[in-house]
């Protein structure tokens, strides 16, 4: 059969091919439908868990800022002597620094201040004044009449002058139970709680929004997320009250195609439906001339063009598009699953070191396994890197990564050899925790001294910096691990005073004794009036104080206590003894000695630099003291002062009488060259020798007085306790303590 012409052969085609279109198309829209809402869940499921991971970084952050607050608040001497002492400029600093500790420790903080109740003043980071004249009085007042404590308030607007903030307080009474000594107030900016949550974030496709109990948000309007979409994640702190929202943007799009695909697929299966029943119709109406078609077809396939490159689209290409972009964004979701498992990593060892799970134990147990660790025992290690400010500047971002690398991967693979079983983590920028698990409880804190040492001898070896390593205690229970820690934390720190490069057994430091506060505190004030009265023992005196601490083997930071201490003082006995010229010299030394602070790792470090910064310092007061008035005159008259000081008749009129100079004058000339007036030095010299016979003698309290000529005892003892800072008792008693430590 010849067919003239192609009418009929066009005709079957445009009959089946709009079938094969629907049917096809609709499969398509079938496959995309299922992937998208793949995706989609996928998706939501993620941002379910970035919402509950947010919400626990900043409880934790919110939870530690309080912690520290509470135990700053029970166990601070100095903020308690703050509060219910009388007023004084030293500790008021020292107080001040304190406060400021928390700000520099939690980059949430905005400010830190405490009311004292006794007088109605507020102590912030600048000054202390009343409460009438802080800015934010309104707030302290309120909190005051509270009947909560402890718990973070919704956004407010803290006044600060012309200008005001948005934060979130939290305010502490102190004592806890009834507030009577003050209240301690800590403000964290919202625009940094903005910052911090958004740092977690991916901003170009997540949102996220924060809300207070009562539903108002943290963060303005404009950045809420409708609380009406599927794929918002909300989640509420059990600590704060706040609600989390997380929403993805385009989140109405994913919505609708969430909802939409049930309304995708039965538009395809009807389409599905009209296919088959449109080719069956077709095909019975063409059932006759089958041969003839089948005929045309096959002339047809020969005689065809092929279709020219993107004259119509392919399908197949189409999908092999969408495939690649569903392996892509796979890909891309599994990286983000990598990441979030180092975090949760991280978070893990966080939580174990600090002994926080009891209060979900499923889930301790959960991750317990799921990090392949098992029951045994256990002994925690602490590695820091010697001179890590000089680390800092020496090597770039990059190069400190792979060194920190490096080094935990020694102590991996020496585990490894040596057959133990360990976690490593940088819980800080120069701080690497090593958790050795081990089945044999006797040979533990051996096998971590062991692994300690090589990966020291390593690091010396091979690398161009040092490291100091604290070991803890054994703990033989899973809540034991984090006193282990603890102990490995108090070994390293003594690192000041035992030397850098070494390994420090936490046996070693254990239950040394500090010594007494007001002793260290002497040892300042007698070098800084040695310095300022020119006299030359005072880098003995200096020596002194770095070799009792030394001996005592303090703390890193009871050693940058004291040492803040002594720059204070050495500033506030200066500062108005110096004449504007000189005073260049004592800003040099000041910030040389702020500088050693930072930069030095041990006493001997310390030591030296200063003594490097002051005897500049020292040599500048040298010449202007030989270069004032009457100074030969001055130190007789003090050499003659110190020698009958036990004299009750000495006094300002006697030494006039007998030096020929009016006792004005010659008070004024004595304040000029000793920086202090002729009474307090008197006294001085009194309490001094009332300190040594106290000491050194078994004489009674009253035979003291009366020797140094005060005939009423009440009146010494009331005069010793304000210079001294305790009773002549308690300083005999404590002094006896400290010979008997040593």
């Not at 924060?210 to 909300?234: I, M, R, V, Y």
């Not at 004794?513 to 007001?518: C, K, N």
């Not at 001997?604 to 310092?617: H, V």
Request: aromatic share 10%.
């Amino acid at each position: 059969m010849r067919i003239g012409n192609n009418n009929y052969i066009k005709r079957m085609l445009l009959s089946y091919l709009p079938i094969l279109f629907v049917t096809v198309s609709m499969l398509v829209f079938i496959f995309i439908s299922v992937i998208n809402e793949i995706n989609v869940r996928n998706a939501s499921q993620a941002n379910r868990l970035t919402a509950a991971f947010i919400a626990n970084m900043v409880d934790s952050s919110l939870k530690g800022i309080a912690f520290d607050a509470q135990k700053m608040g029970e166990t601070s001497e100095e903020l308690q002597q703050f509060l219910v002492g009388p007023s004084d400029r030293a500790r008021e600093y020292d107080v001040s620094n304190l406060l400021s500790t928390l700000i520099v420790r939690y980059g949430l903080i905005d400010s830190v201040y405490l009311y004292r109740a006794r007088d109605g003043k507020v102590l912030d980071q600048s000054e202390i004044r009343p409460i009438e004249q802080f800015p934010d009085r309104s707030y302290v007042r309120s909190s005051m009449e509270s009947i909560l404590s402890g718990v973070w308030s919704p956004p407010r607007l803290k006044e600060n002058g012309a200008a005001s903030v948005s934060v979130t307080s939290l305010g502490l009474k102190i004592p806890r139970d009834s507030g009577s000594l003050g209240y301690l107030m800590i403000n964290i900016k919202v625009s940094s709680l903005d910052s911090y949550i958004h740092q977690m974030i991916d901003q170009n496709i997540t949102e996220a929004q924060l809300f207070d109990a009562q539903g108002k948000p943290f963060f303005g309007e404009s950045g809420a997320a409708s609380s009406s979409s599927t794929l918002n994640a909300e989640v509420v702190s059990d600590y704060t009250g706040w609600k989390y929202r997380m929403s993805i943007k385009g989140g109405k799009l994913f919505d609708f195609l969430l909802h939409g695909s049930t309304v995708w697929i039965l538009l395809a299966l009807g389409a599905i439906v009209f296919a088959i029943g449109s080719t069956f119709y077709v095909t019975r109406r063409s059932y006759k001339p089958i041969e003839a078609i089948l005929h045309r077809i096959d002339r047809f396939s020969s005689a065809i063009k092929p279709a020219e490159p993107g004259e119509n689209r392919n399908e197949f290409a189409f999908i092999d598009h969408a495939i690649e972009r569903l392996i892509t964004n796979n890909m891309a979701f599994q990286e983000k699953q990598q990441e979030h498992l180092v975090i949760r990593r991280q978070q893990f060892l966080q939580i174990l070191l600090k002994g926080e799970y009891e209060d979900d134990r499923a889930a301790w147990e959960q991750e317990w396994h799921h990090f392949g660790l098992a029951a045994g025992h256990f002994i925690v290690a602490l590695l820091e890197i010697d001179h890590y400010v000089q680390f800092g500047l020496k090597y770039s971002p990059g190069d400190q990564s792979l060194f920190k690398f490096i080094v935990s991967s020694v102590a991996v693979e020496i585990s490894e050899q040596n057959g133990q079983r360990i976690v490593t983590e940088w819980i800080f920028k120069h701080q690497l925790v090593v958790l050795l698990i081990s089945d044999d409880g006797e040979a533990l804190e051996h096998q971590m001294l062991q692994l300690a040492e090589q990966v020291r001898v390593w690091v010396e070896q091979h690398l161009d910096f040092t490291v100091t390593i604290g070991i803890g205690s054994p703990a033989h229970q899973e809540p034991a691990i984090a006193r282990s820690f603890d102990d490995a934390s108090a070994a390293v720190s003594r690192k000041v005073t035992l030397g850098a490069n070494q390994i420090i057994d936490s046996v070693e430091v254990i239950g040394k004794p500090d010594g007494e506060w007001f002793a260290y505190l002497e040892s300042i004030r007698t070098i800084v009036r040695k310095l300022r009265m020119s006299e030359p023992e005072w880098p003995d005196e200096l020596k002194r104080l770095f070799g009792e601490m030394a001996v005592q083997r303090l703390r890193k930071d009871d050693v940058n206590r004291l040492l803040h201490y002594l720059v204070f003082h050495l500033e506030y006995e200066l500062d108005g003894a110096l004449p504007e010229a000189a005073k260049e010299r004592l800003l040099e030394a000041k910030s040389g000695l702020l500088l050693a602070l930072e930069q030095s790792d041990t006493l001997q470090e310390l030591e030296a630099c200063f003594l490097t910064a002051l005897e500049p310092l020292a040599g500048q007061v040298g010449e202007l003291a030989q270069s004032r008035r009457h100074h030969a005159l001055i130190r007789d008259i003090r050499n003659y002062v110190t020698e009958h000081f036990m004299d009750p008749s000495l006094s300002l009129t006697l030494l006039s009488d007998r030096f020929q100079i009016g006792p004005k004058y010659l008070s004024q000339l004595f304040k000029e060259s000793t920086g202090e007036n002729f009474s307090d030095f008197l006294i001085g010299l009194k309490m001094d020798y009332a300190k040594k016979m106290l000491r050194e003698s078994d004489a009674s309290v009253q035979t003291i007085s009366e020797i140094i000529g005060y005939a009423n005892t009440t009146s010494f003892i009331r005069v010793f306790k304000k210079i001294v800072g305790v009773s002549p008792g308690q300083y005999r008693e404590s002094q006896m303590k400290h010979g008997d430590s040593r």
